[in-house]
T-cell receptor
Framework: AQRVTQPEKLLSVFKGAPVELKCNYS??????LFWYVQYSRQRLQLLLR?????SIKGFTADLNKGETSFHLKKPFAQEEDSAMYYC????WGGGKLIFGQGTELSVKP | NAGVTQTPKFQVLKTGQSMTLQCAQD?????MSWYRQDPGMGLRLIHY???????DQGEVPNGYNVSRSTTEDFPLRLLSAAPSQTSVYFC?????????????FGPGTRLTVT
């Protein structure tokens, strides 16, 4: 079964601390993986995707096929990073996005 | 470009009523989809379309109907509203269905069924 699991509902850190938002997936094949972010009162938007190997706003994510994980990391959290983060999987050629439950990140001053 | 627009922003329905949630995009995207967002469950795919005249079911299609007569519009119809359909609904679009292309989301419609 295709599934994305984000084990943490809420993650609270202080400004300047490292952040790691966990994402595990279940898929028999090679999916494409994404992180989407929803800031307060804004629409859902793409943060980064595995296919691009990019770093956006200081965030990176590494695909670990052995552990079927795609954790999102940032070395030094900022208050403006506070938002809801969703990990998502897309089977190649399908166009569908399968989302995890979401993790709310709260960065305190 | 307005991007992906959705109307209305808020709606309250009584059980058994029907309504249509509107979604439009002005980016000439072929792929469009509808999701519902529920607390603790993330976003779940309701229906999607890979082009005008072509639609298919997603993970949670029961109680919803869609059609795609133009590239720009992808309305979602609730046939007989139930309290279980209380949710936030998001429309999304992308250039095509391959993961290479970013999906753009609308601002959402918050629906309450009493």
């Amino acid at each position: 079964a295709q599934r994305v699991t984000q084990p943490e509902k809420l993650l609270s850190v202080f400004k300047g601390a490292p952040v790691e938002l966990k994402c595990n997936y279940s898929y028999s094949g090679s999916p494409e993986l994404f992180w989407y972010v929803q800031y307060s009162r804004q629409r859902l938007q793409l943060l980064l995707r595995h296919i691009s190997r990019e770093s956006i706003k200081g965030f990176t994510a590494d695909l670990n096929k052995g552990e079927t994980s795609f954790h999102l990391k940032k070395p030094f959290a900022q208050e403006e990073d506070s938002a809801m983060y969703y990990c998502a999987l897309s089977p190649w050629g399908g166009g569908k996005l399968i989302f995890g439950q979401g993790t709310e990140l709260s960065v305190k001053p | 470009n307005a991007g992906v627009t959705q109307t209305p922003k808020f709606q309250v329905l009584k059980t058994g009523q029907s309504m249509t949630l509107q979604c439009a995009q002005d980016m000439n995207h072929e792929y469009m989809s509808w999701y519902r967002q529920d607390p603790g469950m993330g976003l779940r795919l309701i229906h999607y379309s890979v082009g005008a005249g072509i639609t298919d079911q997603g993970e949670v299609p029961n109680g919803y109907n869609v059609s795609r007569s133009t590239t720009e519009d992808f309305p979602l119809r609730l046939l007989s509203a139930a309290p279980s359909q209380t949710s936030v609904y998001f429309c999304a679009s992308s250039y095509d269905s391959t993961p290479s292309y970013e999906q753009y989301f609308g601002p959402g419609t918050r629906l309450t069924v009493t």
